[in-house]
T-cell receptor, first 109, second 113 residues
Framework: KNEVEQSPQNLTAQEGEFITINCSYS?????LHWLQQHPGGGIVSLFM???GKKKHGRLIATINIQEKHSSLHITASHPRDSAVYIC???????????FGKGTHLIIQP | DGGITQSPKYLFRKEGQNVTLSCEQN?????MYWYRQDPGQGLRLIYY???????QKGDIAEGYSVSREKKESFPLTVTSAQKNPTAFYLC????????????FGSGTRLTVV
């Protein structure tokens, strides 16, 4: 069973700062997902990646398959980025995701 | 627009009562999932279904039951046998292709008093 670890658990930063959230997993995967959860609870999928790097607006996600490690970066952070960011992995097939515990990010104005 | 609808958003029940949470999707996804979220813990898989009329237990299935009579619907029943039912419940769906993305519902917060 895959173990997914995220760090840090909590992160408070000032508006404009560059943010990095890390995720590591223990067993080979078919894909890694970065998700965003706002206080209301609903989850939005930000990225799904199996290699390399993806960028969407101010968000960048990278993955190193050999190291079993992924990072989520936020450039020019803004208070509206405040949310819980969750890393999840899938092992192939359709038997669901294994989730990290999430990183609670607060961006102060 | 396609998506997943969970209802209700908030649900209160008395201890000892069964309660059913609804999950409907119009994405034509074959696979559907139920997850439970508790404070300080990652989401954990309760049940999943890859095809109509078939479903599999996840990591924490005890005290829960599901059905998959239609492709679009995957209701979850929290039974009185579930020791700590108060939690946030999230439904998701995906195709069965490897590398498929997942779509999530907005969740149901269940409080048992």
């Amino acid at each position: 069973k895959n173990e997914v670890e995220q760090s840090p658990q909590n992160l408070t930063a000032q508006e404009g700062e560059f943010i990095t959230i890390n995720c590591s997993y223990s067993v080979g995967i078919s894909a890694l997902h970065w998700l965003q959860q706002h206080p209301g609870g609903g989850i939005v999928s930000l990225f799904m990646l199996s290699s390399g790097k993806k960028k969407h607006g101010r968000l960048i996600a990278t993955i190193n398959i050999q190291e079993k490690h992924s990072s989520l970066h936020i450039t020019a952070s803004h208070p509206r980025d405040s949310a819980v960011y969750i890393c999840a992995v899938s092992g192939g097939g359709a038997d669901g995701l294994t989730f990290g515990k999430g990183t609670h990010l607060i961006i102060q104005p | 627009d396609g998506g997943i609808t969970q209802s209700p958003k908030y649900l209160f029940r008395k201890e000892g009562q069964n309660v059913t949470l609804s999950c409907e999707q119009n994405l034509n996804h074959d696979a559907m999932y139920w997850y439970r979220q508790d404070p300080g813990q990652g989401l954990r898989l309760i049940y999943y279904s890859q095809i109509v009329n078939d479903f599999q237990k996840g990591d924490i299935a005890e005290g829960y039951s599901v059905s998959r009579e239609k492709k679009e619907s995957f209701p979850l029943t929290v039974t009185s046998a579930q020791k700590n039912p108060t939690a946030f419940y999230l439904c998701a769906s995906s195709t069965t292709r490897e590398g498929s993305g997942y779509t999530f519902g907005s969740g149901t917060r269940l409080t048992v008093v």
